[in-house]
């Protein structure tokens, strides 16, 4: 048979990242790995009980409905919810009419990709930027143009400085809160100046906010589409990283004009979200108080990023640096820049212990000496015990 | 703000297809409109009380791994019940490894037209064909050309005739059993033909299959894919007819060499299907026989066609034709040349009933004198009802 597939496939994925990932798979399947390689919520932080009540109650008042086809747009209900409670509290004015429920906020970012994205356009993006989002994007032939950071997120500078040279872009894509990878927080004077940027160079921006409300001191700031004037800001959510991962519900936030390209999107390519898990979720919204079950999953990863942040000062050694996010699941280890973090990694695999090397999480891949760690998946002593063999491994190179 | 938006979009959807699309939408929503235009199972034959059981014991045995991410290809238990039961009971010798669970056949359409076209190329499908497929591949800018069917689906020698015509070919599409929107079936000597056409002229067969086990007499056929020789028939399946649509459980069963592509497409454009549904899938799966379920379904959806053909039969004028399908939720009405069925149904619409017409179905839009009625969803009452105003509205034009 003559080989079928499509061209665009030699342009999907990014061996580099395809090779790290496949690094990953190997390390999960190995018996008494340290893992902090994962971006996984600690399962046993799941709402089970109050789960059990939604769906027997789901299901006793509103089984047809909640196993039965649905709109493309999504369950009006939780779209509701979603504007009225969750948008608004980042002081985002707008209605359910601006929200469309996706599979997951990795949807909305193949949607955003396969929206705008011609062969050639820029995307800005940060420098490191998430993976997912870089995979995504990619699919549509792309160039990404990387903006430095700084501890506060990009360099509104270097930010100008890229919008300028690159009179063809298309968005700039950002992670403001806790970022994934770095753990890094975009401050609310550059959120502003973002907005003014995008304006004056007439470009949009992608906001991808999965972490904002995992937030473990002081106050959560206003979205980046809080500032918005002319509908240029899309907003991504999700309540895989504060309820469950595994119901895969997503949601975009845009203009109506903007929307209905993503209803067209979407009723081609899967019809609709699952129906159940949009009612589930609408229903403990309506039960619970989501908040409380924040409150508790942030109480437990804070306590786990003070006592990893304390091994590594213990453990590493002092020509490391790293970060220390205020929320989120990851923090970024930087090391000396004569070190390959998959080198790193190879010899930390050997004592059973993993992450995630950087450069899957540099589109250009021109980054090596650092890696991400998560602080959400592994218990108090594994956390203890991992950091200790990674400070060993990394010792082994002085 | 100039325009942002991909040059892709204007290829996206088909005008044709939207216009029908917005009318079903605005009949759904006017009450108490007989709707014969949607393809909605029964909701009041979904298994409700069994569901209450397998989330509860889904909940109280596995809540942390049903809640949480799971692998792109999908949970293991349910692809062996796929591949054990289900695929091989269609004549078909494969194993886990060979599907990917999807969010509905769906998204499976969309990924096949993705991974398998390039701008130009051509699919083959039946003529007409059905309106999701069409809309999927669309995206990526193929050219269809239709092959005429009889009333056992595509006829061979037409088949023969276009693959001989177009040498860049990609697929076939098909659905060969109860197909949408006809309702007819492709016989085995067909099936067998196909293969063989496709292997002579070097072509994949994409076999999309939701109906299959909704039959009202006699055996089920062998899938197509039972006689693929060379790993060139592509099986697309679903829960969607036969379970619980808002679930959104679909598969595709191909080669492993082709579902690696698969796996990639899943993990960038959504990581992973529903982990609560496909759980709860599998656990129905081993709790219940679904087989009794599709009996019952079968059932009743079989005392609406009859119910519907006989009124047909004393109702429309006898220059109206119509298809007698042995299983699915379909059937296809032909009026005289002279008609057309987008006419009839604003007329149908005053009388507050609704089907869908015949040009959504055709991806060059070149027949007009025909529409799909669904006997799936309507009660009895409503059949009766709905036919006789059908049959004035038709009568009206004699």
Same mark, same amino acid.
């Given at each position: 048979?003559?080989?079928?597939?499509?061209?665009?496939?030699?342009?999907?994925?990014?061996?580099?990242?395809?090779?790290?990932?496949?690094?990953?798979?190997?390390?999960?399947?190995?018996?008494?790995?340290?893992?902090?390689?994962?971006?996984? =919520?600690? !399962?046993?932080?799941? +709402?089970? #009980?109050?789960?059990? $009540?939604?769906?027997?109650?789901?299901?006793?008042? %509103?089984?047809?409905?909640?196993?039965?086809?649905?709109?493309?747009?999504?369950?009006?209900?939780?779209r509701?919810i979603i504007a009225e409670q969750i948008m608004a509290e980042a002081g985002v004015d707008i209605t359910a009419?601006n929200i469309?429920?996706?599979?997951?906020s990795?949807?909305?970012?193949?949607?955003?990709?396969?929206?705008?994205?011609?062969?050639?356009?820029?995307?800005?993006?940060?420098?490191?930027?998430?993976?997912?989002?870089?995979?995504?994007?990619?699919?549509?032939?792309?160039?990404?143009?990387?903006?430095?950071?700084?501890?506060?997120?990009?360099?509104?500078?270097?930010?100008?400085?890229?919008?300028?040279?690159?009179?063809?872009?298309?968005?700039?894509?950002t992670v403001p809160d806790f970022?994934? =990878?770095? !753990?890094?927080t975009l +401050?609310v #004077?550059?959120r502003k $100046?973002?907005v003014?940027?995008?304006?004056?160079? %007439?470009?949009?921006i992608l906001e991808d906010n999965p972490y904002r409300n995992l937030i473990?001191?002081g106050d959560r700031l206003p979205a980046i589409k809080s500032f918005d004037?002319?509908?240029?800001v899309i907003y991504h959510g999700t309540f895989?990283k504060v309820?469950?991962?595994?119901?895969?519900?997503g949601w975009v936030c845009t203009?109506?004009?903007?929307?209905?390209?993503?209803?067209?999107?979407?009723?081609?390519?899967?019809?609709?979200?699952?129906?159940?898990?949009?009612?589930?979720?609408?229903?403990?919204?309506?039960?619970?108080?989501l908040k409380?079950?924040v409150?508790?999953?942030?109480?437990?990863?804070?306590?786990?990023?003070?006592?990893?942040?304390?091994?590594?000062?213990?453990?590493?050694?002092?020509?490391?640096?790293?970060?220390?996010?205020?929320g989120?699941?990851?923090?970024?280890?930087?090391?000396?820049?004569?070190?390959?973090?998959?080198?790193?990694?190879?010899?930390?695999?050997?004592?059973?212990?993993?992450?995630?090397?950087?450069?899957?999480?540099?589109?250009?891949?021109?980054?090596?000496?650092?890696?991400?760690?998560?602080?959400?998946?592994?218990?108090?002593?594994?956390?203890?015990?991992?950091?200790?063999?990674?400070?060993?491994?990394?010792?082994?190179?002085?």
């Amino acid at each position: 048979m003559k080989n079928k597939f499509a061209k665009r496939l030699s342009s999907d994925g990014c061996s580099e990242a395809d090779k790290v990932i496949a690094m990953i798979m190997k390390l999960t399947e190995m018996p008494e790995v340290i893992s902090f390689a994962g971006g996984l =919520p600690d !399962g046993e932080l799941f +709402p089970i #009980e109050e789960m059990k $009540k939604v769906t027997q109650k789901l299901l006793d008042e %509103d089984g047809h409905n909640a196993l039965q086809y649905s709109s493309t747009h999504g369950i009006k209900e939780l779209r509701e919810i979603i504007a009225e409670q969750i948008m608004a509290e980042a002081g985002v004015d707008i209605t359910a009419d601006n929200i469309m429920i996706t599979c997951g906020s990795q949807q909305a970012l193949e949607f955003s990709g396969r929206i705008f994205l011609d062969e050639g356009d820029v995307v800005i993006c940060e420098s490191p930027s998430y993976l997912g989002a870089i995979t995504a994007f990619q699919a549509y032939g792309p160039k990404f143009v990387e903006v430095k950071m700084d501890n506060e997120g990009m360099v509104m500078e270097e930010l100008e400085e890229a919008l300028k040279n690159n009179p063809n872009a298309k968005f700039i894509y950002t992670v403001p809160d806790f970022q994934n =990878p770095t !753990g890094i927080t975009l +401050p609310v #004077e550059r959120r502003k $100046k973002m907005v003014e940027l995008a304006q004056k160079y %007439d470009v949009l921006i992608l906001e991808d906010n999965p972490y904002r409300n995992l937030i473990f001191e002081g106050d959560r700031l206003p979205a980046i589409k809080s500032f918005d004037t002319d509908d240029r800001v899309i907003y991504h959510g999700t309540f895989s990283k504060v309820f469950c991962p595994g119901l895969r519900i997503g949601w975009v936030c845009t203009s109506k004009e903007f929307l209905d390209q993503y209803l067209l999107v979407k009723q081609s390519v899967d019809l609709q979200t699952n129906t159940m898990s949009q009612k589930e979720t609408a229903l403990y919204m309506k039960m619970y108080d989501l908040k409380e079950n924040v409150n508790k999953i942030a109480a437990v990863y804070r306590r786990r990023r003070d006592l990893m942040l304390k091994t590594i000062q213990e453990e590493f050694p002092s020509n490391c640096s790293f970060t220390h996010p205020n929320g989120g699941l990851f923090l970024w280890v930087t090391l000396p820049e004569n070190l390959d973090a998959s080198d790193v990694l190879k010899k930390a695999m050997e004592m059973r212990v993993g992450f995630v090397p950087g450069i899957a999480f540099y589109p250009n891949g021109n980054c090596r000496n650092n890696f991400r760690l998560n602080f959400s998946s592994m218990k108090d002593d594994q956390i203890v015990e991992g950091i200790k063999r990674l400070g060993e491994v990394l010792k082994s190179y002085q």
